[in-house]
């Protein structure tokens, strides 16, 4: 091939050599690069995706063997592959023949965006294909802009944000799957021949079951902190389709987007649709590093709020359920100030006056405060942190109405709903999904928000829920012609609603909840500031849904309670050290009646929390994530710890899973910290009198890194049940 011109796009700057007729395009970050051959008139290819290359190596890639594979395939010339795009035209036409045009530059807000613009043959019809990398952030976002001037709307039935060929070889994924109570399980398998889907079709809650991410590892089994893995995020809220096809030719292809089914889109012309950013990362320090990449961009691009420490909270959901009464509110805040906690969240309940919300099977959608139960109104509640010293929050579920109620009663034309069909109803069997493709549910939507917030401007932090899938597919509003826009256009039209509330209230927290983890996703988490990682509070199957969800989320967009012992969910009785333990490998919480807790019990809580605030918090919420030994090799035991930056702090966390007597646990080897450095030891959370061997000792990094420390396995205390945890804090001298 002869490359008459190479444009290195770079994270910092971008050259361009004479020429454009046949273009090597790389796109760099740091410790990443990505390269592409766009030569003009013909298609676009994907060459390298890997480590750090030199512009040496890129322009001989091919030589050396390199993919050389359609970079975002289009269906029709050739119908055999998976395509990222198919469409049919205006005439009828089923084919796209997308050649490169030319290729494009351009920096903002300190992104670097490369942009290889593809165009039909024939038909007028283009596709912008995108690439940004931030400086010092290891990730490249990749989406397209489709768009045609045809004469009549062209129907787009596959859309994908981006296409990655891998080369075919032991190459293992990661994904996560699961359900109510059980999100973000981890499976993990070799590629084999075949296609693997992972999708989710909600149409509300996109991570209630498989989770919008993977990774593959490139080097075999996957390692936590060692091997070549890339990770895959598709940054979309809606449903979402991941498949990686492994046919008999040298590659597995993956493909994300927003799922086609039943999605058909009828795009005008002069309209753009543009697809969701599909976030990339490869790492060679194991799948933890692809964490850490994704993690520290999460923080800083893709979060609200991502710079700051959240809040310790008490949340009333599982103290009182709907039994929500002002005096026992002003009692929570009491006891949660008491327990150094900073803020105080009002779950559901509290609203509804002609059909209170006593249930669940009304009062969704009339969001009145109910004063039998809060005499005082919200003001009171306000009022009364404030004398407790703490900040106030507040429970919504915004996209949703009861059939009870007064909003279904004057706009039953609100909801989703099929024609000829029988209504199907949700939680409490009156649930109904309002269609956010309407701008009038756009306009109810923000009013709701709007009207809490411009009458209790105090309102530090909003829970908003979403509790019921898509059912029944229909749009009252949308046309018959457009019906099959209904996936889409909610979440347009949720995302437009959440942008006009973030632009007159930046600065209130908003935690996304949807049944539990229904919505932990870097498509949502732009307007959000943390997510409810699940309904189950259970310490013991929390360290498998967090170790799942910390693969792509940073420890302080999971909100992690300590809950009532039994639990609530799974009946376990597991000692309060356990439960705060785990609670404080995310962002902390509390999620109990703290009347029901001993003196001691608060006691504990309370110190627990001051340590939190002052020693975990800071190195959890901001910090690097390693994770050592998973609870899913069933060793009996999970470990992980979070490290500054500057490596000189980290906080260990060691939790067992199994316990059996006698059992022989591993010992686990720490990582992230510097082997040259000395840190001294110190227990967090100590119950125990008598210290644990190691308190207050000094070991080099190295020596922890190679080694680790003999984990006591069980708590030395009286009534000591079978459940042991650890919290150690490792401070550089
Ligand atoms: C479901 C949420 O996941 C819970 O935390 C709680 O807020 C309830 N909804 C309230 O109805």
Same mark, same amino acid.
């Given at each position: 091939m002869n490359i008459r011109a190479i444009t290195l796009s770079l994270a910092a700057a971008a050259l361009t050599f004479c020429g454009l007729h046949a273009e090597r395009v790389k796109i760099d970050t740091k410790n990443t690069s990505l390269v592409l051959q766009a030569d003009k008139g013909k298609k676009l290819k994907h060459l390298y995706y890997g480590g750090s290359i030199s512009d040496t190596d890129a322009s001989a890639l091919k030589q050396a063997g390199a993919a050389n594979v359609n970079a975002y395939p289009d269906y029709g010339v050739d119908p055999s592959n998976e395509p990222a795009i198919a469409v049919v035209h205006?005439?009828?036409?089923?084919?796209l023949d997308l050649v490169v045009d030319n290729v494009s530059n351009r920096t903002e807000n300190g992104a670097e965006i490369t942009t290889i613009h593809l165009r039909d043959a024939y038909y007028p019809f283009t596709v912008d294909v995108n690439y940004r990398t931030y400086p010092d952030l290891e990730i490249i976002e990749t989406w397209t802009d489709i768009s045609h001037s045809e004469k009549k709307p062209v129907t787009l039935n596959a859309f994908a944000s981006g296409y990655l060929p891998v080369r075919y070889g032991d190459v293992w994924l990661s994904n996560l799957y699961g359900s109510w109570g059980n999100e973000a399980r981890l499976d993990c398998q070799p590629l084999t021949h075949g296609m693997k889907v992972i999708k989710n079709r909600d149409g509300v809650r &996109?991570?209630?079951?498989? *989770?919008s991410e993977v990774m593959l590892s490139l080097d075999g089994k996957p390692r936590e902190n060692e091997g070549r893995v890339i990770g895959a995020a598709l940054c979309y809220g809606g449903n979402y389709r991941i498949a990686i096809d492994t046919d008999a030719s040298n590659y597995h292809r993956l493909i994300a987007g927003i799922d086609p089914t039943q999605s058909a889109y009828k795009l005008k012309a002069k309209e753009t649709f543009t697809t969701p950013v599909l976030a990339l990362s490869y790492s060679n320090e194991g799948l933890s590093g692809v964490s850490r990449n994704f993690h520290h961009w999460g923080r800083e691009k893709r979060m609200a709020h991502g710079d700051k420490l959240n809040d310790v909270l008490l949340n009333s959901w599982e103290g009182v359920y709907f039994d929500i009464k002002e005096p026992e509110m002003e009692q929570m805040m009491a006891d949660i100030a008491s327990m150094g906690g900073e803020l105080f969240v009002m779950d559901d309940g509290w609203f509804g006056v002609k059909y209170p919300r006593d249930h669940d099977r009304q009062g969704l959608g009339d969001w009145t405060v109910d004063t039998r139960k809060l005499p005082g109104g919200i003001q009171g509640l306000i009022d009364a942190a404030k004398r407790h010293g703490v900040k106030f929050g507040i429970w919504i579920e915004p996209e949703m109405v009861n059939t009870t109620s007064e909003l279904f009663e004057k706009h039953p034309e609100y909801v989703i709903r099929a024609e000829h069909r029988d209504p199907t109803y949700g939680r409490g069997k009156t649930q109904m999904v309002l269609d956010m493709a309407n701008p009038k549910v756009q306009d109810i939507v923000f009013t709701i928000v709007d009207t809490l917030l411009t009458k209790y401007p105090e309102i530090a932090y909003i829970k908003w829920d979403a509790n019921m899938p898509v059912r &029944? *597919?229909?749009?009252?509003?949308?046309s018959a012609d457009n019906q099959s826009h209904l996936f889409i256009d909610y979440h347009r039209g949720l995302t437009s609603t959440l942008d006009r509330i973030r632009a007159k209230y930046p600065d209130v927290v908003i935690q996304a909840c949807a049944s539990g983890g229904g919505r932990a996703n870097y498509g949502i988490l732009p307007w959000f500031d943390?997510?409810?990682?699940?309904? &189950?509070?259970?310490a013991l199957q929390r360290v498998y849904i967090q170790w799942g969800t910390s693969y792509f989320y940073p420890a302080m967009a999971m909100a992690s309670h300590i809950s009532a012992a039994p639990n609530h969910q799974t009946s376990r009785t597991m000692n309060l050290k356990y439960r705060t333990d785990v609670a404080m490998s995310g962002r902390l919480g509390m999620e109990i009646q703290p009347q029901n807790m001993t003196e001691q019990e608060r006691e504990q809580c309370h110190k627990a929390i001051e340590e939190y605030k002052a020693e975990i918090r800071p190195v959890v919420q901001t910090g690097d994530i390693y994770r050592l030994l998973s609870p899913y090799d069933g060793l009996g035991a999970a470990s992980l710890l979070y490290a500054t930056p500057e490596k000189d702090r980290a906080v260990f966390f060691w939790w067992k899973t199994e316990p059996f007597r006698n059992k022989q646990y591993p010992r686990v080897k720490m990582a992230g910290l510097d082997p040259a450095r000395n840190y001294t030891v110190k227990e967090m959370n100590r119950v125990e009198k008598t210290p644990l061997k190691f308190e207050g000792k000094t070991f080099s990094g190295r020596y922890l890194m190679e080694n680790g420390l003999e984990m006591p396995v069980n708590l030395n205390v009286d009534n000591a049940d079978e459940w042991a945890s650890r919290v150690l804090l490792l401070t550089a001298q």
């Amino acid at each position: 091939m002869n490359i008459r011109a190479i444009t290195l796009s770079l994270a910092a700057a971008a050259l361009t050599f004479c020429g454009l007729h046949a273009e090597r395009v790389k796109i760099d970050t740091k410790n990443t690069s990505l390269v592409l051959q766009a030569d003009k008139g013909k298609k676009l290819k994907h060459l390298y995706y890997g480590g750090s290359i030199s512009d040496t190596d890129a322009s001989a890639l091919k030589q050396a063997g390199a993919a050389n594979v359609n970079a975002y395939p289009d269906y029709g010339v050739d119908p055999s592959n998976e395509p990222a795009i198919a469409v049919v035209h205006a005439d009828g036409n089923m084919t796209l023949d997308l050649v490169v045009d030319n290729v494009s530059n351009r920096t903002e807000n300190g992104a670097e965006i490369t942009t290889i613009h593809l165009r039909d043959a024939y038909y007028p019809f283009t596709v912008d294909v995108n690439y940004r990398t931030y400086p010092d952030l290891e990730i490249i976002e990749t989406w397209t802009d489709i768009s045609h001037s045809e004469k009549k709307p062209v129907t787009l039935n596959a859309f994908a944000s981006g296409y990655l060929p891998v080369r075919y070889g032991d190459v293992w994924l990661s994904n996560l799957y699961g359900s109510w109570g059980n999100e973000a399980r981890l499976d993990c398998q070799p590629l084999t021949h075949g296609m693997k889907v992972i999708k989710n079709r909600d149409g509300v809650r &996109n991570s209630a079951t498989a *989770h919008s991410e993977v990774m593959l590892s490139l080097d075999g089994k996957p390692r936590e902190n060692e091997g070549r893995v890339i990770g895959a995020a598709l940054c979309y809220g809606g449903n979402y389709r991941i498949a990686i096809d492994t046919d008999a030719s040298n590659y597995h292809r993956l493909i994300a987007g927003i799922d086609p089914t039943q999605s058909a889109y009828k795009l005008k012309a002069k309209e753009t649709f543009t697809t969701p950013v599909l976030a990339l990362s490869y790492s060679n320090e194991g799948l933890s590093g692809v964490s850490r990449n994704f993690h520290h961009w999460g923080r800083e691009k893709r979060m609200a709020h991502g710079d700051k420490l959240n809040d310790v909270l008490l949340n009333s959901w599982e103290g009182v359920y709907f039994d929500i009464k002002e005096p026992e509110m002003e009692q929570m805040m009491a006891d949660i100030a008491s327990m150094g906690g900073e803020l105080f969240v009002m779950d559901d309940g509290w609203f509804g006056v002609k059909y209170p919300r006593d249930h669940d099977r009304q009062g969704l959608g009339d969001w009145t405060v109910d004063t039998r139960k809060l005499p005082g109104g919200i003001q009171g509640l306000i009022d009364a942190a404030k004398r407790h010293g703490v900040k106030f929050g507040i429970w919504i579920e915004p996209e949703m109405v009861n059939t009870t109620s007064e909003l279904f009663e004057k706009h039953p034309e609100y909801v989703i709903r099929a024609e000829h069909r029988d209504p199907t109803y949700g939680r409490g069997k009156t649930q109904m999904v309002l269609d956010m493709a309407n701008p009038k549910v756009q306009d109810i939507v923000f009013t709701i928000v709007d009207t809490l917030l411009t009458k209790y401007p105090e309102i530090a932090y909003i829970k908003w829920d979403a509790n019921m899938p898509v059912r &029944n *597919h229909g749009s009252q509003y949308l046309s018959a012609d457009n019906q099959s826009h209904l996936f889409i256009d909610y979440h347009r039209g949720l995302t437009s609603t959440l942008d006009r509330i973030r632009a007159k209230y930046p600065d209130v927290v908003i935690q996304a909840c949807a049944s539990g983890g229904g919505r932990a996703n870097y498509g949502i988490l732009p307007w959000f500031d943390e997510f409810w990682t699940s309904d &189950n509070t259970d310490a013991l199957q929390r360290v498998y849904i967090q170790w799942g969800t910390s693969y792509f989320y940073p420890a302080m967009a999971m909100a992690s309670h300590i809950s009532a012992a039994p639990n609530h969910q799974t009946s376990r009785t597991m000692n309060l050290k356990y439960r705060t333990d785990v609670a404080m490998s995310g962002r902390l919480g509390m999620e109990i009646q703290p009347q029901n807790m001993t003196e001691q019990e608060r006691e504990q809580c309370h110190k627990a929390i001051e340590e939190y605030k002052a020693e975990i918090r800071p190195v959890v919420q901001t910090g690097d994530i390693y994770r050592l030994l998973s609870p899913y090799d069933g060793l009996g035991a999970a470990s992980l710890l979070y490290a500054t930056p500057e490596k000189d702090r980290a906080v260990f966390f060691w939790w067992k899973t199994e316990p059996f007597r006698n059992k022989q646990y591993p010992r686990v080897k720490m990582a992230g910290l510097d082997p040259a450095r000395n840190y001294t030891v110190k227990e967090m959370n100590r119950v125990e009198k008598t210290p644990l061997k190691f308190e207050g000792k000094t070991f080099s990094g190295r020596y922890l890194m190679e080694n680790g420390l003999e984990m006591p396995v069980n708590l030395n205390v009286d009534n000591a049940d079978e459940w042991a945890s650890r919290v150690l804090l490792l401070t550089a001298q």
